[in-house]
């Protein structure tokens, strides 16, 4: 028998979900996730954890709907990056100018870590929440970089690297004992001006002078009431009372909503291009550059890698389609393979000269051959705190040869021809083919120079000076032509679309579109949209084993080390 109650009590439930006042919510603990899953595995694990562009999109959508009345953010640990930090603060900046209430709470901003990054981010917030319990470590901004120079030697490996230029501090690591000058020079400036955009982005949210800002960063990390007495948070509060404060702003009858959620159910038959609608192709890479197809490993800590078969399969689709008339493409990345970035390049090229404006938008990083991939766009834009740059390239090896005398171990060798020992790292390059590798070293430089000279409209000269291998922050590298805007994602799609003579909100598709069932099939040929799709990696830590069976790992475009602004 049915129970007539409870039916009415469904239809009222669903009629409060579609017209009670909202209050979008966002967990950034977990950090987000800055583009698709490069396989069905990966796509099942980060199906709790928000999309970037969904977090966007559901921010845009919110300002102009009069249910939704606030935005509440958890902001803690240390998953955002600083150029993703700064798109999420012109989100909710924008959110903020709408009129609605915009809430930042935490734990702690850095329970005895790091925390200057997030708490950045929270004072894009109306207000700022923060537990009894926790802690401030708005501590700045410091590069720590290791030299294995002395430890190598002491182990009887001979690091033998050769580089082009000064500033490409790769190999430094392993050929020096501490700062050259140059390391040194560009150390210092990435971190005074990383340094500089947050002292401004703290003082302009917190309305304070920046020379009282600077004073608080040196005297952190502060306990909660020393944060409060300063006034870098409005409140000490745990979770239920910011949200009963907010329910008391948005009305009693307001409901959670997931930001992302909150964008999916919005407009879903707009989202959906018809089929005679004129679309933005976004192509996405993340990760190290390498030649084959883009791929994700399953364990913990691994990212991704780009594959160069899968970006350029990417752009050829979108290049072929009638209805792409512009492509944002979206790369965070520290370089990698000096011939798959080539191969990236190349397809860019062609999808201009098939018609098709190509924005870049970089990311947290977009270094090296990351660079290389974005040089010949028609507009480059990164956040103020992206890492970019790094024109430049290097190349060697370990040689172990006095290690494995150390260990008594013995070495035999069969060889034909002159050089077939030459990457092996049991013995030192010889005369001839260190002047091989000088000569690769020579082609690779001048060809990324003379690539970023004429993608930019720079001359090689001018290019020559801003390369040497130099790594820019967004900010300086738009100063030097480098980049030509400064900005996030959505600002990049907004230009392509202005490009492209298409309406504020035409559609956005990602490429390449390989659907679970197209997966399954084999590739019919190389055109095959299915050929290029992005496989999953399981070697993880033995990525050094499976490059001894012939996989490639890095390359000499990669930005050495870790460099992502936390």
Known sequence: MVDAGAVVDLLKDARERRTAPLILELDLTDGLIDGPPADPVSAVISMRRAHLRDVLGGLRKGRSDPRVKALVVRIGGNRIGLAVAQELRAAVQAFRDAGKLTVAWAESFGETGRGTVPYYLATAFERIYLQPSGDLALTGVALEEPFFNEALEKAGITPRFAKRHEYKTAANTFMERSYTPEHREMSDRIVSSIGEQLVAGVAAGRGLPEDRVRELIDRAPLLGPEALEAGLVDRLAYRDEVYAEVRAAAGAEARLRYVARYNRAQGVSKRIPRPQQDVIALIQGHGQIRLGRSGRSLLPGQSASIGSDTIAAAFRAAAGDDKVKAIVFRIDSPGGSYVASDTIWREVILAREAGKPVVVSMGNVAASGGYFVAAPADTIVAQPGTLTGSIGVVFGKPVVGDLLDRLGIGLGSAEHGAHARMYAPTRDFTDEEWSRVNTFLDRVYDDFVGKVAEGRGLSPERVHDLARGRVWTGADAHERGLVDELGGLSYAVELARKKAGLAADA??????????????????????????????????????VATRLGLPSGGPLLLPGSWEIR
Do not use: H, I, K, Q
């Open 507 to 544: 559609p956005v598709r990602s490429y390449p579109r390989v659907s679970p069932l197209d997966r399954l099939r084999p590739a019919e040929s190389s055109d095959d949209r299915t050929a290029a799709s992005a496989r999953v990696d399981a070697w993880g830590p033995l990525t050094g």
